[in-house]
């Protein structure tokens, strides 16, 4: 067994037994690794169709949370993503923002994905008009000027380089 599906597989394991011990659920949703989340994402829950034509939800976690994200953020992500499942699953309020969520992920004392940090091989672009501390951050080189906008005063920003983010900080490398 690979390193990978290992550490997936007990990723699975702990979900499985955070949700039945929070929430007294037997079971817990597919969760897929996914390369086609949006590029700040990390994990996210996604409605679908079971084979039976009804509604479900899917957990997609990004290949990233595996290669640059310490076992405890990676369960503290996955148990933030279950805690949506699970109120869902219960017909409670389970969006993020909803009064109920929140006091859910306080209780549980897991992190918003507000405050978790993209990880990983960047690119990186500041305003070059005045708001040279304004960065963008992105997984793919963006081409086009309108995907590159400062979200302050609207103009271009440059590409500062590619740059590898971890936890200790983060490096430019090569092209």
């Not at 499985?16 to 037997?26: C, P, T």
């Not at 929140?102 to 070059?128: A, F, M, Q, T």
């Not at 997984?139 to 995907?147: G, H, N, P, Q, S």
Request: glycine share 6%.
């Amino acid at each position: 067994m690979t390193k990978r599906r290992k550490q997936f597989t007990e990723m699975l394991l702990m979900g499985y037994e955070f949700v039945l011990k929070e929430y007294g659920i037997d079971g817990i949703p597919n969760i897929l690794i996914s390369k086609s989340l949006e590029e700040d994402k990390i994990a996210r829950i996604t409605p679908e169709k079971d084979q039976n034509g009804n509604d479900t939800l899917i957990i997609e976690v990004s290949n990233r949370l595996l290669k640059y994200y310490s076992k405890k953020e990676q369960e503290d992500i996955i148990k933030h993503e279950l805690v949506h499942y699970s109120l869902a699953y219960l017909g409670r309020r389970f969006k993020d923002g909803d009064k109920e969520f929140e006091d859910e992920l306080i209780r549980l004392g897991l992190p918003n994905h507000n405050k978790i940090d993209l990880r990983g091989k960047v690119h990186i672009y500041s305003c070059n008009y005045q708001h040279d501390e304004i960065e963008l951050l992105r997984l793919t080189k963006r081409t086009k000027v309108e995907d590159r906008i400062c979200p302050c005063c609207k103009h271009p920003m440059k590409w500062k380089g590619t740059y590898l983010i971890t936890k200790e900080g983060r490096e430019k490398v090569a092209e």
